[in-house]
């Protein structure tokens, strides 16, 4: 459960975009959407490895942001 922490004098627009906020970062939409489908492991670990070689050229400076 979400708790949002309103301060005195703060409107319901301000409340929902905390909330809408916390719901992000928890990450519960994301998980949906990749339980929605299916992908093998190999296509997993494939895309695992990209990302990881992807971060690693990002940190020595090999590709700019």
């Known amino acids: 459960m979400l708790i949002v922490q309103l301060k005195e ?21 994301k998980e949906l959407r990749d339980r929605t489908k299916f992908t093998k492991p190999s296509v997993r670990r494939r895309e695992q490895i990209i990302k990881a070689a992807y ?11």
């Open 55 to 65: 971060k690693q050229k990002l940190q020595i400076g090999a590709i700019e942001a």
């Open 9 to 29: 004098g703060d409107n319901i627009e301000k409340a929902l975009k905390k909330y809408k906020k916390k719901y992000e970062k928890t990450g519960v939409i």
